[in-house]
């Protein structure tokens, strides 16, 4: 199988697109493994940026990928979601599934896909709206909930959620722009499950924060990971060891290997893996 980019061109929504995203969402969890990936290739014009990776990302726990930057770590992250559709020369191959459907076939509507497999950026990213308008906006565009009460709800439980109601229950109207940076990526956080994902992908989402609020995050993905499947691009080595349960080393476009990231730290299979683990490189 062979997909290319499609610039960013969102396909018709069909009903057949919506049943064959809800009768995947209802086997979630069904599967101990939530992604499998089979020599997943990725191109950009002539340069291959990665190289018939292969993995399995099991349900409800955390993922870290890790390796030196320009290894493919994000280039891979965005390819659970099409992110890379948006990308004019981009051409993926290979195959990439969520329970069981292929996320790349022609039936499956990437904006609909992009609803149960969330993404959490570098740098945090509130829309110029109000901390309730950027929550709310995935549920109304999506049409998961009508506003008042039902959308108020789902405003609330995401907020929860993130760990972040009680900072800004009073402060609703007001911009998340406005908010730390810290505390605005625990809303964008709260904007990507309002969806109700399966899925959260996260790209070095403390990069940007101090230690304080990087400890709150990680404490908020500790928590997340008993309902969501959660793939968590990282620098930091005492990171991935603190919120991963399976890490995988990616370098020079190779996924090197993947384990459990206990083992992975204290024995991992090859040396690339140990000199980079060990700050030999990187």
């Known amino acids: 199988m062979e997909t290319t980019g499609t610039s960013g061109m969102v396909m018709t929504k069909t ?3 919506m049943d064959v995203l809800a009768e995947t969402a209802s086997r979630a969890g ?4 939530k992604v499998a990936a089979n020599k997943v290739s990725v191109f950009y014009g002539e340069k291959q940026a990665l190289f018939d990776v292969s993995i399995d990302i099991p349900a409800r726990q955390v993922m870290a990928f890790i390796g030196p930057s320009g290894c493919g770590k994000s280039t891979f992250l965005r390819c659970i979601n099409r992110m890379n559709d948006t990308i004019d020369i ?3 191959t290979g195959r990439i599934e969520i329970d069981g459907a292929n996320v790349y076939d022609a039936k499956i509507d990437p904006v609909l896909l992009r609803a149960r497999v969330g993404m959490v950026f570098q740098k945090p990213n509130p829309f110029p709206k109000s901390i309730y308008d950027n929550i709310a906006y995935g549920p109304r565009i999506h049409g998961k ?3 008042g009460s039902e959308m108020d709800a789902i405003v609330e439980k995401s907020l929860r959620r993130a760990g972040l109601w009680n900072e800004v229950k009073d402060r609703l109207r007001e911009p ?4 730390s940076g810290g505390q605005q990526q625990r809303l964008c956080i709260a904007r990507a499950i309002a969806v109700n994902p399966d899925i959260i992908l996260m790209d070095e989402p403390c990069s940007a924060l101090d230690p304080i609020a990087t400890a709150k995050v990680e404490e908020l993905i ?3 990971r008993e309902r ?3 793939v968590i691009v990282t620098h930091s080595m005492q990171q991935a060891a603190r919120v991963s349960q399976r890490a995988a080393f990616f370098h020079l476009g190779y996924l090197v290997e993947e384990g459990e990231t206990e083992r992975m730290f204290t024995n991992p299979s090859d040396q690339r893996t140990q000199d980079y683990i060990t700050g030999r490189f990187g």
């Open 15 to 17: 009903v057949e697109d």
């Open 30 to 33: 069904a599967h101990d493994v």
């Open 90 to 92: 981009c051409r993926v």
């Open 145 to 147: 909930a009508k506003a």
């Open 176 to 179: 998340g722009t406005g908010l």
């Open 222 to 224: 500790d928590e997340l």
């Open 228 to 230: 969501y499947t959660i």
